[in-house]
């Protein structure tokens, strides 16, 4: 069992930054690949990336390249999402997701999932 907190979400303008931490409980954190998705009002969860269970690789929804960077710090049992130059659509609340195996696209591919952070991008 895993349980995912997610923390960092906020109100900021565009063209600001945020960085979406994700906290996870259990000694197998190191063994999980994660996910970052985002679901906004009225729409689909939407993947935003993933990242392998040693940080080794990472993948990223096409409108996310060189905006937003994952990582992991497996000593601290956390997933980061730092996100940058945020436009008005990326409002959404932001949830972080743990898989077994590798780095996946698909919400239906993970198995733990946190409560969200709301992240809202003024024009």
């Known amino acids: 069992q895993v349980q995912l907190v997610e923390s960092g979400g906020g109100l900021v303008q565009a063209g600001g930054s945020l960085r979406l931490s994700c906290a996870a409980s259990?000694?197998?954190?190191?063994?999980?690949?994660m996910g970052w998705f985002r679901q906004a009002p009225g729409k689909e969860r939407d993947f935003v990336a993933s990242?392998?269970?040693?940080?080794?690789?990472?993948t990223y929804a096409d409108s996310m390249k060189g905006r937003f960077t994952i990582s992991r710090d497996n000593a601290k049992n956390t997933v980061y999402l730092q996100m940058n130059s945020l436009k008005p659509d990326d409002t959404a609340v932001y949830y972080c997701?743990?898989?077994?195996?590798?780095?996946?696209?698909?919400?239906?591919?993970?198995?733990?999932w946190g409560q969200g952070t709301q992240v809202t991008v003024s024009s």
């Open positions: 997701a743990a898989k077994r195996g590798i780095v996946g696209r698909g919400t239906t591919e993970y198995d733990y």
């Open positions: 259990g000694r197998t954190f190191s063994s999980y690949a």
């Open positions: 990242i392998s269970s040693t940080g080794a690789f990472t």
